[in-house]
């Protein structure tokens, strides 16, 4: 079935570093990628999104390129801050009946000034 | 655009007591919403799956007696927890979705953190 992995964290990097957070998708077909930022206390926000092969999803920095011969949406930004300090969730929405996500294990980022 | 409210955002009660949650999209008709269950340091788990005007689907282990889910109208659902126990307590949170295309992302609620006693 689809699923998704998601490189264990905790991430810790200091501000302004380079950011990589590895994503890979198992599926059928061709399915939509997500990733998904959580704050602490709070519910997910859509961070960016890529729907075919080789599209690229960027916003606030960060991107993600949906990879099919790698099956790879990995996430990555320039120079991180400080207010990136989050959990962050990579997702694949299926081809089933309703279109169901599958998020992986979700990847906390800590940033140090 | 896209904003999902969903209320309360915490609830304390003592065991036994039956809970509603509500989702509600704000600014879209949502012909699909999704109820979650996550647990600490854990990603989410999908309880069931509402498209308004029929009943929900559960996934496999989740008991729909336990979690009863309403989709009245496209904008609003809600899950009771009924009877609730200490081991329902857990942060739950809702999404929608506008359509029912792949790639249409899911917007979510903040979610709401029951502590049952």
């Known amino acids: 079935g689809d699923s998704v992995t998601q490189m264990e964290g905790p991430v810790t990097l200091s501000e302004e570093a380079f950011l990589t957070i590895n994503c890979t998708y198992t599926a059928t077909g061709y399915p939509s990628l997500f990733w998904y930022v959580q704050y602490p206390g709070e519910g997910l926000q859509l961070l960016l999104k890529?729907?075919?092969?080789?599209d690229k999803g960027s916003n606030k920095g960060f991107e993600a390129t949906y990879r099919k011969e790698t099956t790879s949406f990995h996430l990555e930004k320039g120079s991180v801050q400080v207010s990136d300090s989050a959990v962050y969730f990579c997702a694949l929405s299926g081809i089933d009946n309703f279109n169901k996500f599958y998020f992986g294990s979700g990847t906390k980022l800590n940033v140090k000034p | 655009g896209a904003v999902v409210s969903q209320h309360p955002s915490r609830v304390i009660c003592k065991s036994g007591t039956s809970v509603k949650i509500e989702c509600r999209s704000l600014d879209f008709q949502a012909t699909t919403m999704f109820w979650y269950r996550q647990f600490p340091k854990q990603s989410l788990m999908l309880m069931a799956t509402?498209?308004?005007?029929?009943?929900?689907?559960?996934e496999q282990g989740v008991e729909k007696d336990k979690f009863l889910i309403n989709h009245a109208s496209l904008t609003l659902s809600t899950l009771t927890v009924t009877s609730a126990h200490p081991e329902d307590s857990s942060f739950y949170i809702c999404?929608?979705?506008?359509?029912?295309?792949?790639?249409?992302?899911?917007?979510f609620g903040d979610g709401t953190r029951l502590s049952i006693l």
């Open positions: 509402s498209n308004e005007g029929s009943k929900a689907t559960y």
């Open positions: 890529a729907t075919k092969a080789d």
């Open positions: 999404s929608a979705r506008q359509g029912n295309l792949a790639n249409q992302p899911q917007h």
